[in-house]
DNA sequence: CTGTTAGCGCATTCAG
DNA sequence: CTGAATGCGCTAACAG
């Protein structure tokens, strides 16, 4: 592999030179800049990124930690980060922390080793307190999925209070009176959030959330079929389930179908995340979208405009969650 | 950030000795091993890594390109193979081909050139003979997903044929003698493959294979709605639909409900994959297995004993589908 | 067993 | 505008 110094002889000019076409910050005469350019290609040069980066205390490459690789949830924001720190030839370093404290923090301190020059992060098991204490370190950090207050600049997050009050209050709208509700696990701040919105829209309706009928599933699909079993074992009127999650949802559906039960024709049921596939899943899916590939793009803009510093971009951290009507709800 | 040269004067050691230490290949003693690691904690030393790299030409990366990051499909396999590799302490830098040639080229010399110490290539777009080229090159690459056979040694693939040939017969068992075929595109090896079983089971039942019964899709959920509308639409007698993907399998039974008809009763069908999503489709969907997570994991293993010389492994690169009877045949 | 000495390939002063 | 020199943090001979 030809190094700068192959390219220096060839071209007759200066190290010093080569790497200044390179990074082509400093002026060079055009005519050493097409000797060099010349001498680059015949040699079929290319920079040693690893060295580049010693050199200059830049990595180029930008950590991701995830909870998971896999589900319907992860990899649209996966794409969407990939593609956009890759056109601006960033690296991207994956890790999974599988909701676990240990491995999520193993992975921070992991990428973190690596020398990336900044680590998105939507992580679930790890305390405010440690995040805060990450945001003061060298690492530049933003969160996806999670708002903290002291470092909401740092944040890029859904308004999901506000999306569990949309789906609620549209199933409220549709004439539903008895309501149950599957939620996501209590410890994750985006299932609280959601449930609340859930209660303010029951509220607001005059309606009184019941306990009873509202079940803790863990956001997958398995939750989802549990929580629909549970509440039907319950012999309470309910007429509709608001599901914290699609995947959720999905699971409640199978279960009805299991039971003989017709959704919407028995019970309705809405959903909420907006994934691909319950769009195939009969019936459609009724649900509040949760629009994670572009909270992964934001992120990745975050990085390039805060550590990268491209001017060219504008983020906007906060997202608006919407409403798809299909044929789950009526 | 503490440098190896902190924790050398610390100790009072030298720079080599507690290279030593870190890398523990060449003996220490116990004693001045631990003055080393006592200094190294007190300092919260971690090794830069990018240094590491350039000093040992070793950059304890590898790259992982496949075609999309989101689906139902590399999200396990990317799980399995973030997982293993992290085990070994090695990265995992990411890239998406998003099925396209040149965006497929530009990644591996993307990976390439970032100095990846082996590439995980799971490609459709590029030829044989550019990987062939590749595999002729320094960095060490292994094919997830596609057999060539001069570099079979580097390949992790399934036996599609046989998965063909199981589905179909399956079907051909249940006593369907009028069969549809829903295939991925024929540009794409493992959809030829798949073709090839299909029409062998055929054939060895003695039913002549009908060209007007199947339809070129593209292995995603809305080639198989479209391909069973045209289906739908010859008014000819079918029985059954085997489908290449369980994607289009979904779809195809989106398409079906839409109709009206019925699945099994009036349409049996049956898909390709086994992917986690479709067991909560109504009706659950017969399947055959691609086990892409442990492809995934056989060429992490395979970088691991090949590339870092993991004597504790040994990988077998070839997967043989498996039925899953459930629902949606009869 | 341990210390000394060169680089790895490049970016970046500082002169000229 | 260009060249020479220095060092990023670490590994790997080579001595001792």
């Not at 309606?207 to 929580?227: C, H, Q, S, T, V």
């Not at 389930?241 to 019970?267: N, T």
């Not at 975050?302 to 504008?314: A, F, Q, R, S």
Request: hydrophobic share 40%; charged share 20%.
């Amino acid at each position: 592999m030809a190094t700068i110094y192959d390219v220096s002889v060839l071209a007759g000019v200066s190290l010093a030179t080569v790497s200044r076409v390179m990074n082509n910050n400093t002026k060079v005469s055009d005519k050493t800049r097409q000797k060099v350019l010349d001498a680059m290609a015949s040699l079929g040069y290319r920079p040693n990124t690893i060295a580049q980066s010693l050199a200059s205390n830049c990595s180029n490459s930008v950590g991701v930690l995830v909870s998971q690789l896999d589900g319907p949830f992860y990899g649209p924001m996966m794409t969407e980060i990939e593609t956009t720190l890759r056109t601006a030839n960033k690296h991207v370093i994956i890790a999974a922390g599988h909701a676990q404290e240990s491995q999520e923090k193993d992975s921070v301190e992991f990428l973190i080793s690596r020398g990336c020059d900044a680590l998105i992060l939507d992580v679930e098991a790890v305390s405010d307190e440690y995040l805060i204490e990450l945001y003061k370190g060298k690492t530049p950090i933003v969160l996806i999925n999670r708002y903290i207050e002291v470092m909401k600049d740092n944040c890029v997050f859904l308004e999901n209070e506000r999306g569990g009050f949309m789906a609620t209050d549209y199933i409220l709208s549709l004439g539903h009176k008895d309501i149950a509700y599957i939620s996501g696990p209590m410890y994750k701040g985006d299932a609280r959030d959601r449930l609340q919105g859930h209660q303010r829209a029951l509220s607001q309706h005059g309606i009184m959330f019941d306990p009873a009928l509202w079940y803790e599933g863990n956001f997958r699909e398995f939750g989802g079929e549990e929580g629909m079993r549970h509440l039907l074992s319950l012999n309470k009127k309910f007429t509709a389930v608001v599901c914290a999650s699609d995947q959720m949802a999905s699971g409640a559906i199978a279960a009805c179908m299991e039971k003989g039960l017709k959704v919407p024709d028995d019970i309705s049921i809405i959903g909420y995340d907006n994934i691909p596939f319950p769009q195939y899943i009969y019936p459609k899916l009724t649900t509040v979208s949760n629009p994670i590939n572009e909270m992964g793009k934001m992120a990745a803009l975050w990085v390039l405009k805060n550590i990268y510093h491209d001017t060219n971009v504008k983020v906007d951290c906060s997202f608006t969650p919407k409403l798809y009507v299909r044929d789950s709800a009526k």
